[in-house]
């Protein structure tokens, strides 16, 4: 079943504990599609100036991302530059360019409007509620967001929520949104928002899904480097979301599939610059990592 | 099988997020017995005051809970008080009295030498090696320790960890144990020290241990509200080591097993202050919380 994702494209350069690595490409949308590609045909929509390398984009079209919905602009892409400390869950961005990225109006094109599974990666509430009606009859959508449109944007977030079935945030953004402290009455607020689970990204420490009475954790993999941080909790969106377009099962055990898929995800990205790791990774990779996932977890 | 616990009882007050209580028993082996008498017989080795309230320590001996070992003095019990932030994980100490802790010699009675079972609550490292000397043929060493020891005797702690099978301690004291600040590079670094396993408490994310190329990870138990939460980790480590002396199973699979039940006595321990959960627990409450972490963390 094709997913479609609507979010940026960008061109970074991250310090990270690793080391740097100027001028890579990245944003939501690059690395949400290039994780959903494993699993699922992939329809990105996102913008992109005249500076973005065009033999990324031959790539992605290899690798099953249908980039009908990509504007290709004259301008700057979207550039991000950061630094991560030594504890990797804090960052500072150094420098912001929008470029491009600016005025994107996302436009569904007529190939995109049948999409069932859909995921809104993190731009202004109103343009992804823009997206959705677009769409013909959106079935699974996805959401994230970020403490900027939680803070500035309330009115309008709120109401994508009530059409939104499976929000992604992490911890300090769940807490921020729901006006609450402890983690599970802050996820009982934001079920009653609308989604019908939210997915918490609490970075080293993994993920914990509430779904109506039902909640799941599980921790990140344990790796003796992350290399650079970005993209992990996109990868997370995109093996999560590429998995359950592709089994088509949103069941309670689906989901939890589904979730592990993506911490596997978000696990191979960091283990280098950029998406470099995942333009390496092979299908019997995630498998493996899968089930070492199962075996860090399983008791006894 | 018998389980020996050596470690402080105290007298605490405590300003936590659920309100404040003043004068509550506590001290990491009283928890300790407490959470592992509901597995197995315990001996417990310490030193109250004469003003230690003695109705607590019928209970305890009511509980399974050998006293034998426990000295009565004429002076004040170990008194602590402390606040914690809305952040549980960081907590002040407001005030400290050591009393008749501060000369504590831990002797064995003649009764406990043939132990087997035995953790080492965080006491200087030099009186917890003289417990190990005490005893006859320890088979399964438990320990603790804390960031002051690691500072300032850790010649003496280096010594006693090649004698220890496993040590539990917080993210912070094995990073600064280990001088690494990656978990994996930690956890790896301090097996070399002697431990074949290390027990990992990351607070409100739950456990995580390494045993040789094993890894495990168990989530905290999801709470909407920690009341208190003193003794936490004592009681895990009650659980936990209870567990594995009641099935003296210390396979991968037992120690798992042993690791979920101390999660649910750590668990329960916060939801009330000082100890007060843990009077009113019965083993099924337990047993239900158990299968509520396996529902927790099982994958499809």
Not at 30 to 59: I, K, Q
Not at 282 to 296: G, K, N, P
Request: glycine share 10%.
């Amino acid at each position: 079943m094709s997913l479609l994702v609507v979010g940026s494209v960008a061109i970074d350069s991250v310090e990270a504990p690793g080391g740097r690595a100027d001028d890579v490409v990245g944003g939501a949308a690059l690395y949400f599609s290039l994780a959903a590609s494993f699993f699922t045909p992939v329809r990105m929509v996102g913008v992109v100036g005249a500076d973005f390398p065009r033999p990324v984009l031959d790539d992605l079209r290899r690798r099953g991302v249908d980039l009908t919905g990509l504007e290709e602009q004259s301008g700057r892409t979207f550039r991000w530059s950061g630094r991560y400390h030594e504890d990797v869950n804090v960052r500072d961005t150094l420098h912001l360019d929008l470029g491009v990225f600016a005025d994107f109006r996302p436009t569904l094109p007529e190939s995109y409007r049948d999409s069932r599974y859909v995921f809104l990666a993190n731009i202004d509430p109103l343009l992804q509620a823009s997206v959705l009606e677009q769409l013909r009859a959106p079935e699974v959508v996805g959401c994230d967001t970020m403490n900027h449109w939680i803070a500035e944007s309330r009115p309008a977030l709120e109401r994508l929520l009530e059409r939104v079935h499976l929000l992604v945030i992490n911890d300090e953004e769940a807490r921020l949104l729901s006006r609450e402290r402890n983690i599970v009455r802050s996820a009982a607020r934001i079920l009653e928002m609308g989604p019908r689970a939210v997915l918490i990204k609490r970075g080293e420490y993994g993920i914990i899904q509430f779904a109506g009475q039902s909640v799941f954790a599980v921790p990140a993999f344990p790796l003796e480097e992350v290399t650079d941080p970005t993209g992990a909790g996109d990868c997370f969106a995109g093996g999560f979301m590429g998995e359950l377009a592709r089994s088509g099962d949103a069941s309670p055990a689906g989901l939890r599939r589904a979730i592990v898929y993506g911490s596997v995800m978000g696990s191979f990205v960091v283990e280098d610059f950029g998406p470099r790791r995942l333009l390496q990774l092979t299908r019997e990779d995630i498998d493996r990592r899968y089930r070492q996932f199962v075996a860090l977890t399983q008791i006894g």
